[in-house]
Antibody, heavy 125, light 107 residues
Framework: EVQLLESGGTLVQPGGSLRLSCAASGFTFSTYAMTWVRQAPGKGLEWVSV????????FYSDSVKGRFTISRDNSKNTLYLQMSSLRAEDTAVYYC??????????????????WGQGTLVTVSS | DIQMTQSPSSLSASVGDRVTITCRAS??????LNWYQQKLGKAPKLLIYSTSTLHSGVPSRFSGSGSGTDFTLTITSLQPEDFATYYCQQSYNTPLTFGPGTKVDIK
């Protein structure tokens, strides 16, 4: 059974930094792309970033590009999201998800077939 | 970026009803369209990918169709556990984008 467990969400001040983790089990982690999707309180879903499994290619939404960094440790079956220069509008539940599609030629054809329970990041003074 | 819209934004239905939700893309996305169900306070769950392929374990009362820019999610006989918010998502190119959601509640 695929399991994804996010951690690291907390209250952080504007301009601060935070690292989220997502521990994966139940599948061959290194062979799948993994993604972060967020959901602001009472709002819809917003894709944040994706990282491929083998090549480690990364893609970001414009809203986080230059501020967030996605990474993974395939030896630990763990995905990360390093967030910096945080803004109030980054307040959201952050979900990690398994992405079984593929990325090629600078584009990703991905959907999300397993999700974690989410971790809440609150950016406020 | 590809913009996704959904209609209606919400609907009220009864158990046993047939429900159809529409998703439209701002440009052609071929068949790169996926559907998710999210219940209140829970993580989303994948229902359908590539327009019409049912994800493992998803009941057959769910189906998807469409191509290009216009897509539909149909629930043939609404069950109590189907009351939720449904999102479409395009996987044609990055940034990957979601529709705003359609909330299905009890009439």
């Amino acid at each position: 059974e695929v399991q994804l467990l996010e951690s690291g969400g907390t209250l952080v001040q504007p301009g601060g930094s935070l690292r989220l983790s997502c521990a994966a089990s139940g599948f061959t982690f290194s062979t799948y792309a993994m993604t972060w999707v967020r959901q602001a309180p009472g709002k819809g879903l917003e894709w944040v970033s994706v990282m491929t499994g083998i090549s480690g290619s990364t893609f970001y939404s414009d809203s986080v590009k230059g501020r967030f960094t996605i990474s993974r440790d395939n030896s630990k079956n763990t995905l990360y999201l390093q967030m910096s220069s945080l803004r109030a509008e980054d307040t959201a539940v952050y979900y990690c998800a398994k992405a079984p599609g593929y990325c090629t030629n600078g584009n990703c054809y991905d959907w999300f077939d397993a999700w974690g329970q989410g971790t809440l990041v609150t950016v406020s003074s | 970026d590809i913009q996704m819209t959904q209609s209606p934004s919400s609907l009220s239905a009864s158990v046993g009803d047939r429900v159809t939700i529409t998703c439209r893309a701002s440009q052609s996305i071929s068949s790169y369209l996926n559907w998710y169900q999210q219940k209140l306070g829970k993580a989303p769950k994948l229902l359908i990918y590539s327009t019409s392929t049912l994800h493992s374990g998803v009941p057959s009362r769910f189906s998807g169709s469409g191509s290009g820019t216009d897509f539909t999610l149909t629930i043939t006989s609404l069950q109590p556990e189907d009351f939720a918010t449904y999102y479409c998502q395009q996987s044609y190119n990055t940034p990957l984008t979601f529709g705003p959601g359609t909330k299905v509640d009890i009439k």
